[in-house]
């Protein structure tokens, strides 16, 4: 300053910032002030303008400034740390906390859940290099806490700008602590709980409400921060446990995978392997009916009546296995040609005879001898309706069965419907599932495997037509077959 007017009074223009201490009462000010002289023509002074402002508090504002941009800069180097330890982000903010505050040293403790235990978490470089003693606590409840607890008693910050001063909090610090001059420390709410208490401390000058928002965003930024790389950390963990689940996954499912194609590959050998006999008992069984290997009792040709009966019974469950088997395989083939529908539904008649005079059925058949030819597979489609008749003699404890058939513009109509049991409408959407029966009691008291409808949709389908079911409970079923002509 004295410099500054020196050359003012030596006839040139000043400017200056800096302190003044006044000589009055010794008060130090932060000032500008501009000197502009007044000269006459012989270069004598004669006079000029003074102006001084006091800049303190521009000053102040510079510098919260500087400080606020300093803490972006620390939240944006904090969030780029997204490889590193926990101990590494709360070091750096921990530090950062002491210089933003101009501070020298400063502290991170966090919260237990029920806010009655604080557990140290560590101290600033400075402090642990001052700090003498040996064996230092990390818990402190908060019962037992003095003044730096107050953050926490009073849910506020905490500022003790004189800290030698008395204070009823105040239960002092050990032989060997670092001295505090001036104190501050803020709680960090994550919603209504407090979770950390940072404090730092020694600041040349006092403590205020600006160092409190710096501390109080910085620690927000870091606790934030530290939440999400938590989660991240759980999502990693969880994404690498789900890739060794879904690898485990892959693995046994391609271990089903060969089971199943066993499954399938035994039942197919032993289909074939009871087919044989099955034909030999059931060729030999009509033989003997028929009396052709000599004379039959009427006792005897009831015994005999069973025995086929039943026979073609497991050659119906045996082909239903086979047929299944194939489907899954993707090995079964069709054999298409001109054929007569009329024909076709004669013979599955023919061969469920015995189990229809067995219940004393009534069948009436409504099939036209002039219907138009389809493209299919005799054997296939035979097999659909013996599944389809032997379903109606099944669930029909009296009544009758009716087979129809009739022209509709590109195909054939046919109608396989009875007068038994019928079914609950909201179980129709499921008949054509794989061993779907509709309760556990359906399958005791009338038996099967449930696979006659499931096989029905196949056969329906490789002939690119359609098949659906209408049923009442206690009135009948009617099962709708449509097929190309």
């Keep these: 300053m004295g410099d500054a007017v020196k050359a003012a009074l030596s006839g040139k223009s000043v400017h200056y910032e800096g302190e003044y201490r006044s000589v009055i009462s010794g008060k130090l000010t932060q000032i500008k002030a501009d000197y502009s002289p007044y000269i006459s023509e012989d270069g004598s002074l004669l006079g000029g303008i003074g102006i001084i402002e006091d800049i303190a508090e521009r000053n102040r504002a510079e510098e919260t400034l500087l400080l606020d941009e300093s803490r972006l800069e620390a ?25 933003l505050t101009q501070s020298k040293l400063g502290y991170l403790s966090f919260m237990d859940e029920n806010e009655t235990v604080l557990t140290m978490h560590s101290w600033s470089r400075d402090a642990m290099e001052e700090c003498k003693i040996g064996d230092k606590p990390l818990v402190y409840p908060l019962e037992t806490t003095g003044l730096w607890g107050e953050a926490v008693r009073q849910r506020i910050p905490i500022i003790t700008n004189d800290y030698q001063a008395p204070n009823p909090f105040k239960k002092g610090y050990p032989e060997g602590h670092v001295e505090l001059k001036r104190h501050m420390n803020v709680p960090i709410f994550d919603g209504d709980r407090i979770v950390i208490v940072a404090g730092v401390g020694n600041k040349e000058e006092n403590y205020d409400e600006s160092d409190i928002r710096q501390l109080t965003l910085l620690m927000q930024g870091m606790w934030t921060h530290i939440q999400h790389k938590l989660a991240a950390d759980e999502l990693k963990q969880y994404s690498q446990e789900l890739t060794k689940i879904n690898k485990e996954l892959s693995e046994a499912n391609e271990e089903l995978k060969s ?22 008992i059931i060729g030999y069984s009509e033989l003997i009916y028929e009396g052709t290997l000599g004379n039959v009792r009427d006792q005897q040709k009831n015994a005999l009546e069973t025995i086929l009966r039943n026979s073609k019974r497991l050659r119906r469950l045996v082909d239903s296995l086979l047929h299944m088997s194939l489907t899954q395989a993707e090995a079964i083939e069709y054999v298409f040609e001109p054929v007569q529908i009329a024909e076709i539904i004669d013979d599955a008649i023919t061969d469920m005879i015995p189990l229809i005079n067995e219940k004393n059925l009534t069948i009436k058949k409504d099939v036209p001898d002039n219907l138009s030819d389809i493209r299919g597979d005799e054997h296939k489609l035979t097999d659909l309706f013996t599944h389809l008749i032997d379903n109606a003699v099944k669930f029909t404890p009296s009544g009758e069965i009716t087979l129809e058939t009739y022209e509709e513009e590109d195909s054939l109509h046919i109608k396989v419907s009875d007068t038994g049991i019928g079914i609950a409408k909201d179980l129709i959407p499921h008949l054509f599932q794989k061993f779907y029966q509709v309760d556990s009691s359906i399958r005791r008291k009338y038996g099967g495997t449930g696979l006659g409808l499931y096989i029905c949709k196949n056969i329906v389908e490789a002939h690119n037509g359609e098949i659906w079911v209408e049923s009442e409970e206690g009135v009948g079923t009617t099962v709708h077959i449509k097929i190309p002509k």
């Design 75 to 99: 939240l944006l180097q904090l969030n780029q740390m997204t490889d590193a330890s926990l101990q590494e982000i709360t070091d750096f903010t921990r530090e950062e906390a002491v210089r």
């Design 259 to 280: 089971l199943d194609k066993m499954k399938d590959e035994f039942i197919s050998n032993v289909s074939h392997e009871l087919k044989t006999p099955l034909v030999s």
